[in-house]
């Protein structure tokens, strides 16, 4: 069969889903394109899909892409056959998407077995609209299947097919670093995240919780290295550090064998330790992601459902400084509380006592079906006609006490990491955020976002390249804005 993947766009990375699904459906002989849609147009991709002529044409949609992606289908509908079908986060926790015109089938969950088998199906003459995984418009009716089983042994999956990803975005091609997965799940309980409600919908499909073999991944990692360029690699697991210490014994054992580059990864300050950072260290730790989320610690803990001290942080934060890691925090601002910017103070404070490498502040997005989503309406902070933006970068959806404090907060978020880094700054931060110049603090966030992402947090071998990427990066965003 002949698939065509749409992306709206990428931005700084791969898109990893639509990646392993490439494969596996190459893997039974089907021909698999992927086009981005806003770089293409839409009246080239009227002309590419008339071309190519897919029988099923697959939208990833996260929930601020989606609204773009149901306009590029109906676009293509009027002038193409074929079954459009929609996986990705959003149709997972808002499946009534389906009920959408021009939508014929969205997929739950993982589609590493799902896609291929519904594609099977429709192959062989079979009924596709019974496909386990899979709600499917067919006949007049909507057609809701059980879910299929959590992918069990991830080495079982061939490699995410990077030839796809790079044939439609060079750029990603040519970067310096590359993403990579070890584990698939988080037993977290965060309420703005979506791993709470994915582990509800998957009660009792497998375990939440599913690492590759070291093995398994230093192989993928090598074939990269030998094709594409590589100087960073960077494990994108939620949860990096949990895994037992026999894995992290032989991960470095092959990795410092087989790739010995630096590499970044996300951790959680209650799962950092002397043992494990010493260990990635000596491998070729050089940065991480860690989660700070909120400094007020009932908020963070009640609201948000962190479960984690500000003393765990900063310990954690001290070891991996202690080691000379580089560490990006990862904050929300914009809570749905009384008071949020002062809130938000707390937050910008604690990050000011931490010293990270880079701050990157956020603004919360109750995206939906997530535990979150439900205690903003509950509690008056969202109406029930909100729009989801595009990105947490810009805009707060929700409702506060007043325009001036949305106006702080969402100024506050492009400030937040450069008045950590210049903590003088701190005493002028009221007057700052309350100015009307959102626009210009918009462009300053970019710069210092994309140079630190770009250029500071990761050793990189030729300033040209990455200053060319950096500069790419914040164009984009500021169109995105």
């Not at 021009?102 to 590493?112: L, V």
């Not at 902070?381 to 969402?410: D, Q």
């Amino acid at each position: 069969m002949k698939i065509l993947f749409v992306l709206k766009e990428t931005t700084m990375y791969e898109r990893m889903g639509v990646m392993y699904l490439s494969s596996a459906l190459k893997s039974q002989g089907n021909k698999v394109k992927l086009v981005l849609a806003e770089s293409m147009g839409i009246e080239r991709l009227k002309d590419f899909v008339r071309s190519y002529s897919p029988e099923i044409i697959g939208y990833s949609a996260m929930t601020g892409e989606y609204n773009r992606l149901v306009e590029i289908n109906k676009h293509l509908k009027n002038n193409h056959d074929f079954l459009a079908v929609f996986g990705g986060p959003h149709p997972t926790f808002y499946p009534k998407i389906i009920e959408d015109e021009g939508c014929d089938a969205i997929f739950i969950g993982e589609g590493d077995i799902t896609f291929p088998e519904f594609c099977r199906r429709i192959e062989q003459k079979e009924n596709y609209w019974e496909t386990p995984g899979t709600i499917v418009k067919y006949a007049g009716q909507i057609i809701r299947n059980p879910l299929m089983p959590l992918v069990e042994d991830l080495d079982s999956l061939p490699f995410p097919d990077r030839d796809l990803m790079y044939s439609a975005d060079q750029f990603l091609m040519e970067g310096s670093s590359k993403i990579f997965f070890s584990t698939r799940g988080c037993p977290s309980k965060c309420t703005y995240c979506f791993n709470e409600k994915y582990n509800e919908i998957f009660k009792g499909k497998g375990r939440i919780l599913r690492h590759r073999s070291p093995e398994n991944l230093v192989e993928e990692i090598s074939e990269v290295k030998k094709k594409y360029p590589l100087d960073i690699v960077y494990l994108l697991d939620d949860t990096f550090l949990y895994k037992p210490v026999d894995w992290f014994n032989k991960f470095k054992e092959l990795y410092k064998e087989n790739i010995n580059l630096p590499f970044s990864c996300n951790v959680r300050p209650n799962a950092v330790t002397e043992q494990n950072i010493s260990l990635l260290k000596d491998v070729g730790l050089v940065s991480v992601n860690i989660g700070i989320e909120c400094g007020n610690e009932d908020v963070a803990n009640t609201v948000l459902q962190r479960h984690i001290s500000n003393s765990q942080i900063i310990n954690a934060c001290r070891i991996l400084q202690k080691y000379g890691i580089k560490i990006s925090t990862l904050n929300i601002v914009g809570l749905p509380v009384k008071n949020s910017y002062q809130v938000d103070l707390e937050t910008l404070d604690l990050n000011i006592k931490i010293k990270p490498t880079f701050a990157l502040a956020s603004i919360l997005c109750p995206y939906p079906g997530t535990p979150i989503e439900t205690y903003s309406r509950e509690n008056g902070f969202i109406a029930n006609n909100s729009v989801f933006l595009e990105t947490n970068k810009r805009a707060s959806v929700l409702n506060f006490s007043s325009k001036m404090e949305k106006r702080r907060i969402e100024n506050l978020h492009k400030l937040f990491g450069i008045i950590v880094e210049f903590s003088f700054l701190r005493k002028f931060t009221t007057f700052l955020s309350s100015l009307p110049l959102t626009r210009v603090y918009t462009s300053l966030f970019y710069l210092w976002y994309g140079y630190n992402y770009k250029i500071r947090l990761f050793p990189f071998r030729s300033i040209r390249k990455e200053l060319g990427s950096y500069l790419r990066f914040w164009w984009k965003m500021i169109q995105k804005n």
